[in-house]
């Protein structure tokens, strides 16, 4: 099973700011078959990035997936207030596994 | 505009059964892959089960942990997702989400409901 570590765990940032989030896994990941998730409290995950830098349907252009074999970067280049929330990692290769998140909080 | 809503959680004792359901709009839901992923604060997100769509099958595919003992059905009918639960554990509670497959891979998930709560507790 492939293993995705997130860093950093928490990331506390202002709005406006730059935001660059970690995900590493274990093994190499075939194909680039690597997404991003966003989470906000109460609420299902939302897609934001697929084939490591394919932006989903309706997405803003702020958000960017970069990255391939083991190192992956989402990085949002402006932070706006509703993207304050829990990240996540996927990837679907291999069978499929979830990263354990990264919390981007207000600063 | 797709939207995914799941009923049917609750409180139960071990060795319980529940049955979840999600009723899909927004989409033809006879083409889509279906996936059910529960998400727990210990374990994080983990995917259930998958169901593909009819014209590819209607196979499914089950994570080891709930292998044997959970089923997942689809009625393109009624455009809804089933999960049967049986023989339920402590470790089943978790937050299920039914998810829909992308149309790049049926192990990405382009779309999620809000999730319904199981809590299995004696």
């Known amino acids: 099973e492939i293993v995705l570590t997130q860093s950093p765990g928490t990331l506390s940032l202002s709005p406006g700011e730059r935001a660059t989030l970690s995900c590493r896994a274990s093994q190499s990941v075939r194909s680039s078959y690597l997404a991003w998730y966003q989470q906000k409290p109460g609420q299902g995950p939302r897609l934001l990035i697929y084939?490591?830098?394919s932006r989903a349907t309706g997405i803003p252009d702020r958000f960017s997936g970069s990255g391939s074999g083991t190192d992956f970067t989402l990085t949002i280049s402006r932070l706006e207030p509703e993207d304050f929330a829990m990240y996540y990692c996927?990837?679907?290769?291999?069978?499929?596994?979830f990263g354990g998140g990264t919390k981007v909080e207000i600063k | 505009e797709v939207q995914l809503v799941e009923s049917g959680g609750g409180l139960l004792k071990p060795g319980g059964s529940l049955r979840l359901s999600c009723a899909a709009s927004?989409?033809?839901?006879?083409?889509?892959?279906m996936i059910w992923v529960r998400q727990t604060p210990g374990k994080g997100l983990e995917w259930v089960g998958r169901i593909k769509s009819k014209k590819d099958g209607e196979t499914t595919d089950y994570a080891a942990p709930v292998k044997g003992r959970f089923t997942i059905s689809r009625d393109d009918s009624k455009s809804t997702l089933y999960l049967q639960m049986n023989s339920l554990k402590t470790e089943d509670t978790a937050v299920y989400y039914c998810?829909?497959?992308?149309?790049?891979?049926?192990?990405?998930?382009?779309?999620w409901g809000q999730g319904t709560l199981v809590t299995v507790s004696s």
């Open positions: 996927q990837q679907y290769g291999n069978s499929l596994t």
């Open positions: 927004g989409f033809t839901f006879s083409n889509a892959w």
């Open positions: 084939g490591a830098s």
């Open positions: 998810t829909k497959g992308h149309y790049t891979s049926g192990w990405l998930f382009d779309y």
